[in-house]
Protein backbone atom coordinates (compact mmCIF):
# COMPACT_ATOMS: atom_id res chain seq x y z
CA UNK A 1 0.00 0.00 0.00
CA UNK A 2 3.35 2.06 0.28
CA UNK A 3 4.08 1.77 -3.11
CA UNK A 4 7.37 -0.30 -1.44
CA UNK A 5 9.30 -2.62 -3.53
CA UNK A 6 11.27 -4.74 -1.38
CA UNK A 7 14.46 -6.93 -3.06
CA UNK A 8 15.99 -9.96 -0.97
CA UNK A 9 24.20 -3.42 7.16
CA UNK A 10 24.55 -4.37 10.89
CA UNK A 11 26.71 -2.78 13.37
CA UNK A 12 23.91 0.03 15.32
CA UNK A 13 25.70 3.40 15.74
CA UNK A 14 25.26 5.43 18.63
CA UNK A 15 25.34 9.21 17.07
CA UNK A 16 27.03 10.49 20.30
CA UNK A 17 30.10 8.06 19.43
CA UNK A 18 32.74 10.44 17.39
CA UNK A 19 33.31 8.89 14.37
CA UNK A 20 36.97 7.51 14.51
CA UNK A 21 35.36 4.54 17.25
CA UNK A 22 32.84 3.55 14.98
CA UNK A 23 33.15 -0.25 13.91
CA UNK A 24 32.88 -1.54 10.02
CA UNK A 25 29.04 -1.91 9.14
CA UNK A 26 27.36 -5.02 7.81
CA UNK A 27 24.63 -4.23 5.41
CA UNK A 28 23.73 -8.20 5.95
CA UNK A 29 19.55 -8.07 7.07
CA UNK A 30 19.19 -4.56 7.17
CA UNK A 31 16.94 -2.22 5.10
CA UNK A 32 18.35 -0.07 2.83
CA UNK A 33 16.58 2.44 0.99
CA UNK A 34 18.02 3.31 -2.35
CA UNK A 35 16.55 6.82 -3.03
CA UNK A 36 16.57 7.54 -6.98
CA UNK A 37 16.51 3.78 -7.95
CA UNK A 38 15.50 4.19 -11.30
CA UNK A 39 18.40 6.14 -12.25
CA UNK A 40 21.62 5.71 -13.71
CA UNK A 41 23.59 5.45 -10.61
CA UNK A 42 20.67 3.62 -8.42
CA UNK A 43 19.99 0.67 -10.75
CA UNK A 44 23.53 -0.60 -10.80
CA UNK A 45 23.21 0.48 -6.84
CA UNK A 46 20.40 -2.41 -6.84
CA UNK A 47 21.84 -4.70 -7.98
CA UNK A 48 25.16 -4.20 -6.29
CA UNK A 49 23.39 -4.65 -3.14
CA UNK A 50 21.69 -7.56 -4.09
CA UNK A 51 25.21 -9.27 -3.24
CA UNK A 52 25.15 -8.05 0.42
CA UNK A 53 22.07 -10.18 1.74
CA UNK A 54 20.09 -6.89 2.76
CA UNK A 55 16.33 -5.64 1.96
CA UNK A 56 16.77 -2.94 -0.69
CA UNK A 57 13.79 -0.20 -0.62
CA UNK A 58 13.07 2.14 -3.12
CA UNK A 59 9.89 3.83 -4.45
CA UNK A 60 8.34 5.14 -7.86
CA UNK A 61 8.40 8.68 -8.24
CA UNK A 62 4.91 9.32 -9.00
CA UNK A 63 4.19 7.44 -5.54
CA UNK A 64 6.81 9.41 -3.40
CA UNK A 65 7.84 12.43 -4.38
CA UNK A 66 10.93 13.42 -2.53
CA UNK A 67 10.58 17.16 -2.80
CA UNK A 68 7.56 16.69 -0.75
CA UNK A 69 8.61 17.64 3.23
CA UNK A 70 5.72 15.44 4.99
CA UNK A 71 5.20 12.68 2.18
CA UNK A 72 8.92 11.94 2.98
CA UNK A 73 8.73 11.82 6.32
CA UNK A 74 5.65 10.04 6.39
CA UNK A 75 7.00 7.25 4.19
CA UNK A 76 10.49 6.64 6.06
CA UNK A 77 8.28 6.85 9.60
CA UNK A 78 6.15 3.72 7.84
CA UNK A 79 8.99 1.78 6.58
CA UNK A 80 11.82 2.37 8.79
CA UNK A 81 15.23 2.10 6.87
CA UNK A 82 18.65 1.77 8.39
CA UNK A 83 20.81 3.21 5.88
CA UNK A 84 20.33 5.36 2.89
CA UNK A 85 22.24 5.99 0.00
CA UNK A 86 20.97 9.24 -1.21
CA UNK A 87 21.22 8.76 -5.32
CA UNK A 88 18.01 10.66 -6.38
CA UNK A 89 18.88 13.70 -8.60
CA UNK A 90 17.40 16.42 -11.34
CA UNK A 91 20.30 15.77 -13.73
CA UNK A 92 21.41 16.96 -17.26
CA UNK A 93 24.21 18.52 -19.69
CA UNK A 94 24.68 21.86 -20.34
CA UNK A 95 21.84 22.76 -22.46
CA UNK A 96 19.91 21.38 -19.86
CA UNK A 97 21.37 23.58 -16.94
CA UNK A 98 20.96 26.40 -19.40
CA UNK A 99 17.68 26.11 -20.19
CA UNK A 100 16.04 25.07 -16.93
CA UNK A 101 18.24 26.61 -13.68
CA UNK A 102 15.36 27.07 -11.14
CA UNK A 103 14.24 23.60 -11.94
CA UNK A 104 17.97 22.04 -10.73
CA UNK A 105 18.41 24.29 -7.79
CA UNK A 106 15.20 24.07 -6.64
CA UNK A 107 14.46 20.03 -7.48
CA UNK A 108 18.06 19.22 -5.99
CA UNK A 109 18.18 21.34 -3.09
CA UNK A 110 14.20 20.15 -1.80
CA UNK A 111 16.12 16.36 -2.44
CA UNK A 112 19.03 17.32 -0.03
CA UNK A 113 17.25 19.01 1.99
CA UNK A 114 14.32 16.83 3.16
CA UNK A 115 16.34 13.60 3.29
CA UNK A 116 19.13 14.59 4.99
CA UNK A 117 17.05 16.59 7.38
CA UNK A 118 14.29 13.71 8.05
CA UNK A 119 17.26 11.24 8.47
CA UNK A 120 18.19 13.03 11.54
CA UNK A 121 14.74 13.25 12.06
CA UNK A 122 13.57 9.77 11.86
CA UNK A 123 17.29 8.24 13.22
CA UNK A 124 18.94 6.70 10.49
CA UNK A 125 21.67 5.08 11.24
CA UNK A 126 23.82 6.09 8.45
CA UNK A 127 23.49 8.13 5.20
CA UNK A 128 25.45 8.73 2.03
CA UNK A 129 25.09 11.50 -0.26
CA UNK A 130 25.99 11.66 -3.81
CA UNK A 131 27.63 14.64 -5.13
CA UNK A 132 29.15 15.60 -7.92
CA UNK A 133 32.26 16.42 -9.20
CA UNK A 134 31.12 19.80 -10.79
CA UNK A 135 31.07 21.42 -7.19
CA UNK A 136 34.73 22.28 -8.12
CA UNK A 137 35.51 25.70 -9.05
CA UNK A 138 35.92 26.10 -12.64
CA UNK A 139 39.77 26.93 -12.21
CA UNK A 140 40.59 24.09 -9.16
CA UNK A 141 44.19 23.10 -9.71
CA UNK A 142 44.09 19.84 -11.48
CA UNK A 143 44.16 16.47 -9.95
CA UNK A 144 41.20 18.26 -8.08
CA UNK A 145 41.14 17.01 -4.01
CA UNK A 146 38.42 17.34 -1.51
CA UNK A 147 40.05 20.25 -0.16
CA UNK A 148 39.44 22.64 -3.30
CA UNK A 149 35.64 22.56 -2.58
CA UNK A 150 35.07 26.49 -2.21
CA UNK A 151 38.17 27.77 -2.89
CA UNK A 152 37.19 29.74 -6.73
CA UNK A 153 34.10 30.67 -9.10
CA UNK A 154 32.02 27.33 -10.13
CA UNK A 155 31.69 26.80 -14.06
CA UNK A 156 28.98 28.57 -15.24
CA UNK A 157 27.28 25.95 -17.14
CA UNK A 158 26.63 24.29 -14.14
CA UNK A 159 26.78 26.32 -10.91
CA UNK A 160 22.95 25.68 -10.13
CA UNK A 161 23.19 22.18 -9.59
CA UNK A 162 26.79 22.81 -8.17
CA UNK A 163 25.15 25.37 -5.72
CA UNK A 164 22.70 22.85 -4.72
CA UNK A 165 24.90 19.86 -4.62
CA UNK A 166 27.35 21.46 -2.47
CA UNK A 167 24.46 22.62 0.23
CA UNK A 168 23.69 18.73 0.43
CA UNK A 169 26.83 17.71 1.25
CA UNK A 170 27.33 20.46 3.88
CA UNK A 171 23.99 19.78 5.06
CA UNK A 172 25.59 16.23 5.82
CA UNK A 173 29.01 17.76 7.58
CA UNK A 174 26.42 19.86 9.40
CA UNK A 175 24.27 17.55 10.90
CA UNK A 176 27.89 15.55 11.74
CA UNK A 177 28.83 17.93 13.29
CA UNK A 178 25.67 19.59 15.66
CA UNK A 179 24.15 15.90 16.35
CA UNK A 180 27.00 13.60 15.54
CA UNK A 181 24.96 11.90 12.69
CA UNK A 182 26.77 9.42 10.53
CA UNK A 183 25.93 11.03 7.68
CA UNK A 184 28.87 11.16 4.94
CA UNK A 185 28.96 12.05 0.91
CA UNK A 186 30.85 10.91 -1.90
CA UNK A 187 31.89 13.29 -5.41
CA UNK A 188 31.84 10.98 -8.07
CA UNK A 189 33.68 11.75 -11.56
CA UNK A 190 31.57 11.88 -15.16
CA UNK A 191 29.58 8.57 -15.03
CA UNK A 192 28.07 6.24 -17.69
CA UNK A 193 26.74 3.29 -18.52
CA UNK A 194 23.25 1.05 -19.44
CA UNK A 195 20.72 3.10 -18.23
CA UNK A 196 22.00 6.29 -18.96
CA UNK A 197 20.07 9.10 -20.67
CA UNK A 198 21.12 9.17 -24.16
CA UNK A 199 19.09 11.97 -25.36
CA UNK A 200 20.82 14.75 -27.35
CA UNK A 201 19.08 17.71 -25.70
CA UNK A 202 19.52 16.49 -21.81
CA UNK A 203 21.90 13.73 -21.92
CA UNK A 204 25.82 14.03 -20.51
CA UNK A 205 28.23 13.94 -23.55
CA UNK A 206 29.45 9.96 -23.72
CA UNK A 207 25.57 8.98 -24.17
CA UNK A 208 24.89 11.80 -26.14
CA UNK A 209 27.59 10.70 -28.27
CA UNK A 210 26.70 7.16 -28.61
CA UNK A 211 23.21 8.16 -29.44
CA UNK A 212 25.00 10.99 -32.14
CA UNK A 213 27.46 7.98 -33.47
CA UNK A 214 24.99 4.85 -33.87
CA UNK A 215 22.55 7.30 -35.62
CA UNK A 216 25.24 8.45 -37.90
CA UNK A 217 26.21 4.75 -38.95
CA UNK A 218 22.57 3.57 -38.72
CA UNK A 219 21.72 5.94 -41.93
CA UNK A 220 25.14 6.17 -43.24
CA UNK A 221 25.96 9.60 -42.69
CA UNK A 222 29.41 10.99 -43.23
CA UNK A 223 29.72 13.51 -40.16
CA UNK A 224 29.07 14.16 -36.63
CA UNK A 225 29.09 17.24 -35.28
CA UNK A 226 30.60 18.00 -31.62
CA UNK A 227 30.31 20.78 -30.03
CA UNK A 228 32.86 23.24 -29.13
CA UNK A 229 36.70 22.08 -30.16
CA UNK A 230 37.30 19.09 -29.08
CA UNK A 231 40.09 19.94 -26.77
CA UNK A 232 38.70 19.71 -23.10
CA UNK A 233 39.65 16.39 -20.91
CA UNK A 234 37.16 14.53 -18.76
CA UNK A 235 37.22 11.94 -16.16
CA UNK A 236 34.83 9.28 -16.86
CA UNK A 237 33.54 6.29 -14.15
CA UNK A 238 31.64 3.23 -15.45
CA UNK A 239 28.57 3.09 -13.42
CA UNK A 240 29.19 -0.32 -11.84
CA UNK A 241 32.89 0.81 -10.39
CA UNK A 242 31.05 3.80 -8.65
CA UNK A 243 28.27 1.36 -7.04
CA UNK A 244 31.32 -0.91 -5.60
CA UNK A 245 32.80 2.37 -4.16
CA UNK A 246 29.53 3.46 -3.10
CA UNK A 247 28.93 0.20 -1.16
CA UNK A 248 32.45 -0.04 0.13
CA UNK A 249 32.30 3.56 1.55
CA UNK A 250 28.78 2.59 3.73
CA UNK A 251 31.00 -0.38 5.39
CA UNK A 252 33.85 1.29 5.75
CA UNK A 253 33.57 5.18 5.40
CA UNK A 254 33.33 7.45 8.39
CA UNK A 255 34.54 10.75 8.26
CA UNK A 256 32.89 14.28 7.97
CA UNK A 257 34.65 15.36 4.78
CA UNK A 258 33.54 14.02 1.91
CA UNK A 259 35.71 11.98 -0.77
CA UNK A 260 36.53 12.16 -4.27
CA UNK A 261 35.81 8.93 -6.69
CA UNK A 262 36.89 8.44 -9.88
CA UNK A 263 38.95 6.40 -12.52
CA UNK A 264 42.40 8.12 -12.33
CA UNK A 265 42.13 8.27 -16.56
CA UNK A 266 41.41 11.07 -18.33
CA UNK A 267 40.07 11.44 -21.97
CA UNK A 268 39.72 14.55 -24.65
CA UNK A 269 36.10 14.80 -25.78
CA UNK A 270 37.94 14.06 -29.43
CA UNK A 271 39.81 10.74 -28.69
CA UNK A 272 36.40 9.53 -26.57
CA UNK A 273 34.34 10.64 -29.77
CA UNK A 274 36.88 8.09 -31.41
CA UNK A 275 36.62 5.36 -28.84
CA UNK A 276 32.97 5.28 -29.25
CA UNK A 277 33.15 5.38 -33.04
CA UNK A 278 35.59 2.98 -32.69
CA UNK A 279 33.14 0.23 -30.90
CA UNK A 280 30.05 1.45 -32.84
CA UNK A 281 32.21 1.27 -36.14
CA UNK A 282 31.72 4.73 -37.31
CA UNK A 283 33.70 5.60 -40.35
CA UNK A 284 33.37 9.02 -40.89
CA UNK A 285 34.71 12.36 -39.81
CA UNK A 286 34.07 14.30 -37.02
CA UNK A 287 32.99 18.26 -37.52
CA UNK A 288 33.42 20.84 -34.50
CA UNK A 289 30.62 23.41 -33.84
CA UNK A 290 32.47 26.39 -32.24
CA UNK A 291 29.73 28.33 -31.37
CA UNK A 292 28.92 25.92 -28.83
CA UNK A 293 30.27 26.09 -25.68
CA UNK A 294 33.17 23.48 -24.50
CA UNK A 295 32.86 23.90 -21.03
CA UNK A 296 35.28 23.81 -18.09
CA UNK A 297 38.69 22.85 -20.20
CA UNK A 298 39.69 19.97 -17.44
CA UNK A 299 38.19 18.23 -14.76
CA UNK A 300 39.97 15.39 -13.12
CA UNK A 301 39.92 14.76 -9.77
CA UNK A 302 42.51 13.46 -6.91
CA UNK A 303 41.01 9.67 -5.74
CA UNK A 304 43.97 8.79 -3.75
CA UNK A 305 42.19 9.19 -0.60
CA UNK A 306 39.81 6.46 -1.93
CA UNK A 307 42.29 4.55 -3.10
CA UNK A 308 44.17 4.44 -0.29
CA UNK A 309 41.61 2.96 1.94
CA UNK A 310 41.24 -0.01 -0.67
CA UNK A 311 39.03 1.20 -3.63
CA UNK A 312 40.23 1.40 -7.39
CA UNK A 313 38.05 1.55 -10.48
CA UNK A 314 38.41 -1.89 -12.44
CA UNK A 315 36.55 -1.26 -15.64
CA UNK A 316 38.21 0.33 -18.26
CA UNK A 317 36.77 3.02 -20.94
CA UNK A 318 36.89 0.73 -23.99
CA UNK A 319 35.31 -2.10 -21.91
CA UNK A 320 32.06 0.42 -20.31
CA UNK A 321 31.47 2.27 -23.36
CA UNK A 322 31.15 -1.39 -24.97
CA UNK A 323 28.59 -2.56 -22.06
CA UNK A 324 27.07 0.88 -22.82
CA UNK A 325 26.55 0.13 -26.34
CA UNK A 326 25.18 -3.08 -26.06
CA UNK A 327 22.24 -1.62 -23.63
CA UNK A 328 21.93 1.40 -25.89
CA UNK A 329 21.29 -1.00 -28.73
CA UNK A 330 19.25 -3.82 -26.58
CA UNK A 331 16.98 -0.38 -25.14
CA UNK A 332 16.41 0.24 -29.66
CA UNK A 333 16.93 3.96 -29.25
Known amino acids: SSGIIIRVSGVQISPSLPFKNMKKISLKNKKVFVAGHAGLVGQSLCKRLEKENCKILYINKKSLD???????????????????????????????????????????????????????????????????????????????????????????????????????????????????RNFISAMPTNLYGPGDNFDIKSGHVLPSLINKVHYAVKHNKKNVILWGTG????????????SEALVFLMKNYNEKEHINIGSGIEVSILNLAKTIAKVIGFKGKFIFDTSKPDGISRKFINSKKINSLGWKSKISLLKGIETTYRFYVTKKY
Not at 122 to 136: A, E
Not at 231 to 242: A, G, Y
Open 231 to 242: KPKREFLFVDDL
Open 66 to 180: LRDFNKTDKWLKLNKPDYIFIAAAHVGGILANSSFPADFIYDNLSIAINLIHLSHKNNIKKVLYLGSSCIYPKFAKQPINEQSLLTGPLEPTNEWYAIAKIAGLKLCKAYALQHK
